[in-house]
Nanobody
Framework: HVQLVESGGGSVQAGGSLRLSCAGSGYTFAGYCMGWFRQAPGKERERLGEIDGNGWTDYGDSVKGRATISLDDAKNALYLQINSLKPVDTAMYYC???????????????????WGQGTQVTVS
């Protein structure tokens, strides 16, 4: 049974940083494109970026230059570091996985095979 569990969310002041984690169980990240999305109240789910098995990353425009996605294969863990947080970054953040080692094309909500339950980030 594949499961993704996010952690690390919380409340942070504008200008601060957060590191979100996603722990996978039931499968290994190798062979999957792993990524992050977020969804603010009343808005569509937004792609933040993804990482493939070779460590290649790509980011959405809203976090490009402020975010870093990384993998720890040994721990089967995915991370999202976001710096210079703004109130508009307030949202539920989701870990996502799509079958296939490579992340081309980029992740989309409809192409994701597995989702985590989300972790809330509030920036004030």
């Amino acid at each position: 049974h594949v499961q993704l569990v996010e952690s690390g969310g919380g409340s942070v002041q504008a200008g601060g940083s957060l590191r979100l984690s996603c722990a996978g169980s039931g499968y290994t990240f190798a062979g999957y494109c792993m990524g992050w999305f977020r969804q603010a109240p009343g808005k569509e789910r937004e792609r933040l970026g993804e990482i493939d098995g070779n460590g290649w990353t790509d980011y959405g425009d809203s976090v490009k230059g402020r975010a870093t996605i990384s993998l720890d294969d040994a721990k089967n863990a995915l991370y999202l570091q976001i710096n210079s947080l703004k109130p508009v970054d307030t949202a539920m953040y989701y870990c996502a996985a799509r079958r296939g080692r490579y992340c081309y094309p980029a992740l989309s909500e409809s192409s994701v095979n597995y989702w985590g339950q989300g972790t809330q980030v509030t920036v004030s």
